[in-house]
């Protein structure tokens, strides 16, 4: 069974920092290209980080480029997502997706693309 598990969200103040964890179950991980998407409340998904099932290429939302990384270890089949210097516009649920990419290097950006999701973890950033 597929399954990916958020952890790390929490309270920051603003210009604080987070580290997001996904843990993926389910077998093949290094097969699968991942993405952070968020959702605040009262607005839709929105792309926030994406990797290639390799780790390279990435790709990142214009709102969070220069502040968050992406990141992922195949050997411990987990994903992260570094924020610095968070906003309380960061504030929102945090979802880590996966895709099946098994034979391509490409990073997706649009929430349709991807095949499994996890629970979510709250962010929330005070000012």
């Known amino acids: 069974q597929v399954q990916l598990v958020e952890s790390g969200g929490g309270l920051v103040q603003a210009g604080g920092s987070l580290r997001l964890s996904c843990a993926a179950s389910g077998g093949g991980f290094s097969t699968y290209a991942m993405g952070w998407f968020r959702q605040a409340s009262g607005k839709e998904r929105e792309f926030v980080a994406a990797?290639?099932?390799?780790?390279?290429?990435?790709r990142y939302a214009d709102s969070v480029k220069g502040r968050f990384t992406i990141s992922r270890d195949n050997a411990k089949n987990t994903v992260y997502l570094h924020m610095n210097s968070l906003k309380p516009e960061d504030t929102a649920v945090y979802y880590c997706?996966?895709?099946?990419?098994?034979?391509?290097?490409?990073?997706?950006?649009?929430?349709?693309?991807?095949?499994?999701w996890g629970q979510g973890t709250q962010v929330t950033v005070s000012s």
């Open positions: 997706a996966k895709k099946y990419s098994p034979s391509d290097p490409n990073v997706y950006i649009r929430d349709h693309s991807y095949e499994y």
């Open positions: 990797i290639s099932r390799s780790g390279s290429p990435t």
